[in-house]
């Protein structure tokens, strides 16, 4: 009996790549079989992990979401857009950077956006969503097994995570540290008690369906629904229970990295993204922001307090022995 007809008879079930467990077989082929099982310590499967995002402008951020996911993804599905979600012209940075990520390349899809709805004027929400639907094109290889992610750049799983409930049904929406103007800037909520960030949702390809946005939009909808009058809660999970996919919250399940890059970054991600209302002088005078960033406050005024933490045992693994890359992402 051949070694697949083998697992097969033995209803073994498969998580990794089969080139990795061929190359382990040859290796071992003077051990017996049982010796082969225990030694892999592995299931085999060909289901595929797509680790979707949309990007903009922030190259030392993808740099360390590919690092950070690399050993849990099978394929990078980066969507930019020829226009920013407030309208205006852009350049596609990512496709002018490509040889900084060649370690990556052959995993990498790379969805260019250039078409646009026919009246999109000041509808920066439509942009937005229109630029995440693009995600489906970087998914036409995919199977209805193979799992999705879907998220915005900064809001980076924990691989860990993803690995423990990668293989369950359903709809998993990930809750992640929210950290803001550096990595280590963490947001401690209204109250100082902790922030948690609604970000990455995690399912199976078939449960999609045609579009992305209303998807991730409905799946943060139900969170926010759970979260408030327990008759809510206790409805839609009845609910989803019978008549859809099952949706599960993940805590401490990531982390949400935004607004980095220091005040001139800020101040252009302020007149490019989705929220024009933050679009205002009040918000982008430069001293202004510099102050914040120095003093670690609300943008916005929101009362959240923030708090600079070191890069402990909490942080993802790659980060804290890469930092000195990117010194000024981080505030010491």
């Known amino acids: 009996m051949g070694i697949f007809s083998i697992f097969k008879s033995l209803n073994f079930q498969i998580s990794i790549r089969i080139n990795q467990f061929e190359n382990d077989i040859s290796a071992r082929s003077s051990m017996g079989i049982f010796s082969i099982f225990k030694s892999l310590n592995f299931q085999i499967s060909n289901i595929m992990i797509y680790d979707c995002f949309t990007f903009f402008n922030e190259l030392d951020l993808l740099e360390i979401r590919l690092h950070i996911l690399d050993s849990v993804a099978d394929k990078f599905v980066l969507v930019e857009a020829t226009q920013t979600h407030q309208g205006k012209p852009k350049p596609l940075y990512y496709e002018e950077n490509k040889a900084r990520f060649e370690k990556f390349h052959h995993k990498i899809i790379h969805v260019i956006v250039d078409e646009y709805p026919s009246n999109p004027a000041g509808n920066s929400w439509m942009l937005e969503h229109n630029q995440r639907n693009g995600i489906l094109k970087g998914l036409k290889d995919a199977k209805p097994d193979d799992v999705v992610i879907i998220s915005d750049l900064d809001e980076i799983p924990d691989p860990q995570k993803i690995r423990a409930h990668k293989d369950e049904a359903g709809v998993k929406v990930f809750r992640h540290r929210m950290f803001y103007y550096f990595v280590n800037c963490v947001n401690e909520g209204e109250d100082g008690s902790g922030f948690a960030w609604n970000g990455s949702v995690l399912v199976h390809r078939r449960d999609i369906g045609a579009a992305v946005q209303p998807f991730r939009e409905n799946s943060m909808k139900l969170l926010a629904w759970f979260h408030a009058k327990p008759l809510h809660r206790l409805y839609w999970r009845i609910r989803f229970s019978i008549v859809g996919p099952r949706v599960k919250f993940i805590h401490k399940a990531g982390w949400h990295f935004s ?4 005040v001139e970054r800020i101040i252009k991600k302020l007149e ?10 009040e918000y982008k005078d430069p001293q202004r922001i510099a102050e914040i960033l120095e003093k670690g406050e609300d943008l916005f005024g929101r009362g959240f307090k923030y708090r600079f933490v070191p890069l402990d045992e909490s942080f ?5 022995e890469n930092i000195a890359k990117y010194p000024g992402l981080v505030k010491k």
């Open 259 to 262: 607004y980095l890059g220091g």
């Open 272 to 281: 490019s993204f989705a929220h024009t209302e933050y679009n205002k002088p």
């Open 316 to 320: 993802p693994v790659w980060l804290r």
